[in-house]
C-alpha cells in the first residue's frame, strides 16, 4: 500500500520559514508528478503545490512567490519551503502523487500530515 509521511512542521513567527519533508513508499513515484495540499479546521483540503517529474512547478494563487516545492525522485522524498509564513498559512500539511494536469492527488490515501502553525 502507498503511504505517505509528512514532518517538518512546528510552531513559528510571522515571516519566518519552515522545510516540510515528506517521505512516500509502496510505490515508485518517480515517474509522477507529486503536490502538497493543506487543511485547517472546517475548510476543505486545498492545493498548495506540485512538481512533475522532470521539475516542472505549479503553485496556488496564495503562495505568491513565498514557497518552493523540489524533489529527489531517486528517494521518493518531496520537499516544501515555506518562507514568508503568515497566519493563514497555519494548517495542517499533507503530499500526495499528483495528475500532472489538474490540481487533485492520485491516491484517497493520506498521511498523518505535518501542523504548521504561524503566530502573529
Known amino acids: 500500500q502507498v503511504h505517505f509521511e509528512e514532518s517538518g512542521g512546528g510552531l513559528v513567527q510571522t515571516g519566518e520559514s519552515l522545510r516540510l519533508v515528506c517521505r512516500a513508499s509502496g510505490s515508485d513515484f518517480s515517474s509522477f508528478s507529486m503536490g502538497w495540499y493543506r487543511q485547517s479546521p472546517g475548510k476543505q483540503r486545498e492545493f498548495v503545490a506540485r512538481v512533475s517529474s522532470v521539475g516542472n512547478t505549479k503553485y496556488a494563487d496564495f503562495v505568491q512567490g513565498r514557497f518552493t516545492v523540489s524533489r529527489d525522485s531517486l528517494n521518493n522524498m518531496v520537499y516544501l519551503q515555506m518562507n514568508s509564513l503568515n497566519p493563514e498559512d497555519t494548517a495542517v500539511y499533507y503530499c500526495?502523487?499528483?495528475?500532472?494536469?489538474?490540481?487533485?492527488?492520485?491516491?484517497?490515501?493520506w498521511g498523518q500530515g505535518t501542523q504548521v502553525t504561524v503566530s502573529s
Open positions: 500526495n502523487q499528483m495528475n500532472p494536469r489538474t490540481v487533485y492527488p492520485t491516491f484517497d490515501s
